[in-house]
């Protein structure tokens, strides 16, 4: 098979239902160039048997086992092994329109940038869509890639920190070394997508190109699983690049604003779900890092002061702070009291 322009990489983990849905809806793209690479990481219930007799339908399809290591690991073979020029991300129980990645690679050529991102939107188990759930960004067109995440930062949107809803030139990840980190499985891709953003342009597309499925009982659907506090090492890891990156205060200050309100949601979550005591050393461990912070948090204009308060009593104490902040609740009713 000649060498493709677009390599699409799906990782593939207990989606044995979905999947064939997933693959029938990427072999149905107008832009016709691409090779699929279904990179099966160990799952348990049939789906390394299903990418093969799937592949045997396509020459396009190309499939890699790999024992169980979880999401970055097996995008990580998908990055190694891509072909293209160019690379993209479907999730294994996800769909996407059949022009996407015809709008994208367009939209790449047409602007002369090397990332392209689309809007995404969500869909359930039987694939309706779930209205009021939208990755979606506030202006479109070209812009600095950075300005991906700090609009993240400036309205939760995660638009930006997603590999799902673009396409890359592959060089952004392979001359700079990216890779994604194989010790996360929440945050995987946000976690090291500021990276691939330096220095770049990006366009970004107004379009629902995309449909991510939100499943009963999947990797992010639990209440607070100990993996969670992926995220808040994500935070963190983004306030110290932006820390260290010169022409980034702004960013920075969002960074230290983000790194506060996560971690005390977080901890708010797994008191509510009891297995804040199992999560005691992890939250301990950022507990440190939110302490040499707090000179920062006090300063930062997008913490309120009411926040910046109770952040210098959580640093001080966050079982204080905590319990006070249930017995508030308490008192202001169910509406003021969802923590």
Same mark, same amino acid.
């Given at each position: ?60 399809? !190309? ?149 991510? !499925? ?126």
């Amino acid at each position: 098979m000649p060498q493709p322009t677009i390599s699409i990489v799906t990782t593939v983990y207990n989606a044995r239902e979905y999947l064939p849905r997933t693959v029938q809806s990427i072999l149905a793209q107008t832009f016709t160039d691409f090779e699929l690479l279904l990179v099966e990481d160990g799952s348990p219930n049939g789906c390394g048997e299903l990418c093969d007799e799937l592949a045997r339908t396509d020459p396009r399809i !190309r499939v890699f086992h790999k024992p169980n290591g979880g999401p970055a690991s097996a995008a990580n073979v998908g990055l190694d092994n891509a072909r293209g020029a160019y690379i993209g991300f479907v999730d294994s129980d996800d769909l996407i329109e059949p022009d996407m990645y015809e709008r994208l690679y367009n939209a790449i050529q047409e602007s002369g940038v090397r990332i392209a991102a689309c809007t995404g939107d969500a869909i359930d188990e039987q694939g309706a869509t779930i209205p009021g759930r939208m990755v979606a960004k506030r202006e479109h067109g070209v812009c600095d890639a950075m300005d991906l995440l700090l609009e993240t930062f400036q309205t939760g949107s995660f638009y930006g920190p997603l590999s799902w809803n673009k396409l890359f030139d592959i060089r952004t990840f392979r001359d700079k070394g990216v890779r994604y980190d194989e010790s996360m499985f929440f945050g995987d891709d946000a976690s090291v997508l500021h990276l691939v953003f330096e220095g770049e342009r990006a366009v970004c597309l107004p379009d629902v190109l995309y449909h991510y !499925r939100t499943r009963t009982g999947q990797l992010t659907g639990d209440a607070f699983p100990p993996r969670k506090l992926d995220d808040l090492r994500m935070y963190w890891d983004w306030l110290l690049y932006f820390a260290q990156r010169p022409g980034s205060t702004e960013l920075y200050r969002w960074a230290v604003a983000w790194y506060w309100k996560v971690f005390y949601t977080f901890y708010c979550l797994a008191g509510a779900a009891g297995n804040r005591k199992e999560l005691r050393e992890g939250f301990g461990f950022h507990l440190k890092h939110l302490r040499a912070v707090l000179p920062d948090i006090l300063r930062c204009p997008h913490v309120s002061l009411f926040e910046k308060v109770r952040a210098l009593l959580f640093c001080f104490s966050p079982e204080l702070a905590y319990g006070l902040a249930r017995i508030w609740g308490r008192a202001a009713g169910p509406a003021e009291g969802r923590l």
